[in-house]
């Protein structure tokens, strides 16, 4: 995994450690200088971790809205992409 970015593996972490929100932000830097088709993967991911944070917090339209766009950003990376 030493071929990505270390913001990317820092944001992977944050997301499955449940910090969603620093996973936003670790991502959001990572994905405002990129390119595609990292760009809209990159989009995809943290715009779902946005949803995960919104979620712990009861926001239910907020999570609900992010969780579809951020999986509507990611069936061309499928099956696996980026390491996951």
């Known amino acids: 995994m030493s071929d ?3 913001e990317w593996l820092q944001g992977i972490h944050e ?7 620093a996973c936003h932000d670790t991502l959001e830097a990572l994905w405002m ?3 595609d ?4 993967f990159y989009q995809g991911v943290l715009q779902i971790a946005v949803a995960c ?14 969780l579809g766009e951020g999986i509507g950003r990611l069936p ?9």
């Open 4 to 6: 990505y970015p270390a």
């Open 15 to 21: 997301f499955n450690t449940g910090e969603y929100y």
């Open 33 to 35: 200088d990129s390119i």
């Open 37 to 40: 088709p990292d760009k809209k």
């Open 53 to 66: 944070y919104h979620l712990h917090n009861r926001n239910w339209r907020g999570a609900v809205t992010l």
């Open 76 to 84: 061309y990376y499928q099956p696996i992409y980026a390491g996951i």
